[in-house]
């Protein structure tokens, strides 16, 4: 234990925001998966930027490296200590939960790092404005987490992803000092884009602590369609004529096996009379009762085998059920290998109909789960069944996506899960480059370490 360290965090944070007993750290040091876990020397809550940048400073005098952590909702170990690393601390931000008032002229809202994506929704939502990105773990996700990992979710086709959502950033840089451009100019051509290259860097740059962050008209109308189809490529054509639609929010798409796991699990009952090997959730809003143009599209879709409409908020809910409740499913069954990925759209129904053989071959009585962003190009790949350091189903799926022309993360991230395979996807250039620009953020590599570059960089 580093007693100098701690007393000097202590000092600058408060003794009740340096958490060192075992069983307090003990949920801030393991992923939610429960494959990434690693110990900390303490757990540190600063409640103020001038906090984060003094926590940093007494780690660099200690030496001691820093993983930034948010709601701790990340897939790929980005957010836990490192299991080799010799000394390091978890630095949460929760604490930074400040909410700005909602400038409805520019349709913008400042929020700290620390703020739900729950609350956030909420908060532009009371100012009769919505926050478009929407995912699974509203509750616990946070804005700076958020952000450093460019969180994708349920509303991509239509709003974009995070980077997407921030017109300004404030960040504390591995040296103490400040980065702040929360002004909110929409238009800002004065050099690089600093805001947009923190976005997706995953702590490794410098330590997000608040956001400026566009808002959206509030859609007064809703519509959802579970969809029953006969395979993928029936599903993908659906998709593109759904397209038509400027309403069109969401278009996930699950699979029979995964949904059967999901009833069981949750205890729900099946979604149609008869079970259908593909299913999509399709939602459109807007400020015009979306439904018939939504019917419109779908009566000239032969593809569609089976139809469930809701528009009241419970019964929109229910048609979500089956898919919010996959993660949760797969992870009861074991520790999942989940592997994010996206491709091309012309390729996606060939790799579904391959890493289905790849799985069966390369891990032997595995369950594989599948599903995901349709209408991103984005497939959930899980496999659970192999040891969690058994990689070889791994290196088999990634290698097809690489194949295929495909990216090994589509939202998730790299973080420690992914690194080794980084390359595959990442040209050498832009390996190189991305090497410099750590560097120049992060001379002494003191932020997380260990995720997204390849060993040694
Ligand atoms: C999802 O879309 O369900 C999320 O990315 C979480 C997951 O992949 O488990
Ligand atoms: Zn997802």
Known sequence: VNEPLLAALREVVGPAHVLTEPDVRAGYEVDWTGRWRGSAEAVVRPGNVAEVAAVLGASAAAGVTVVPQGGNTGLVG???????????????????????????????VSAGAGVTLTQLQAHAGAAGLMFAVDLTARQSATVGGMVATNAGGLHVLRYGSMRAQVVGIEAVLADGSVLSRMGGLVKDNSGYDLAGLLCGSEGTLAVVTGARLRLWPRPTHRVTALLGLADLPGALSVLSRLRSLDTLEAVEVMFDDG??????????AAPFSQPHP?????????????????AGVLSGCPEVLDTAVASDSGGRQRLWSWREAHTEAV???????????????????????????????VALGSRLVLWGHLGDGNLHVNVVGPPPDDESVDEAVLRLVADLGGSISAEHGIGVA?????????????????????????????????VLLPAGR
């Open 78 to 108: 980005g957010g836990v200590p490192r299991a080799d690393a010799v000394s390091q601390i978890v630095l949460s931000l929760v604490r930074l939960d400040e909410r700005g008032r909602v400038d409805g002229g520019a349709a913008q």
């Open 259 to 268: 949904i059967e796991l999901v009833c069981a699990h949750a205890q729900l």
């Open 278 to 294: 593909c299913v999509l959730v399709v939602e459109c809003a807007g400020l015009d009762d979306p439904t018939n143009d939504l």
């Open 331 to 361: 992870n009861a069954l074991g520790i999942p290998h989940k592997l994010d990925v996206s491709l091309p759209a012309q390729r996606m129904a060939e790799f579904e109909g391959e890493v289905r053989a790849l799985v069966t071959s």
């Open 418 to 450: 992914k690194r080794r395979w980084l390359s595959l996807t990442r040209s050498s250039a832009d390996v190189a480059v991305m090497t410099a620009v750590k560097r120049a953020f992060d001379p002494t590599g003191m932020l997380n370490p260990g």
